[in-house]
């Protein structure tokens, strides 16, 4: 019943930035985690960001000083600000939100995947 929706990916040059949000909707009680992962040509899925209900972060050290994470708690909504990007950085970005729908439950949903390309 919880879905995802991304957006904000698209094409740029190296060095340059983007922005991606990730909205929630549906029945929540209590987002927890909310997290972006990328999946490049390739290569397996893995962690970029993270950041947990009382806005601790954890970032994957290829783009830790380059990139941000951010929530809007009132708005369900998860940012990933994309600063000097690097061809490296291309790949399919997903979002992912651990939520309880009640007390003493968790689920975890992706979102759809939106496209960044990083190429000159």
């Known amino acids: 019943q919880v879905q995802l929706v991304e957006s904000g990916g698209g094409l740029v040059q190296p060095g340059g930035s983007l922005r991606l949000s990730c909205a929630a909707s549906?029945?929540?009680?209590?987002?927890?985690?909310m997290g972006w992962y990328r999946q490049a040509p390739g290569k397996q899925r893995e962690l970029v960001a993270s950041i947990a209900s009382g806005d601790s972060t954890n970032y994957a050290d290829s783009v830790k000083s380059r990139f941000t994470i951010s929530r809007d708690n009132a708005k369900n909504t998860v940012y990933l600000q994309m600063n000097s990007l690097k061809p490296e950085d291309t790949a399919v970005y997903y979002c992912?939100?651990?939520?309880?729908?009640?007390?003493?439950?968790?689920?975890?949903?992706w979102g759809q995947g939106t496209v960044v390309t990083v190429s000159s």
């Open positions: 549906g029945s929540i009680f209590r987002i927890n985690t």
């Open positions: 992912n939100v651990r939520y309880s729908p009640s007390v003493g439950r968790e689920f975890g949903v």
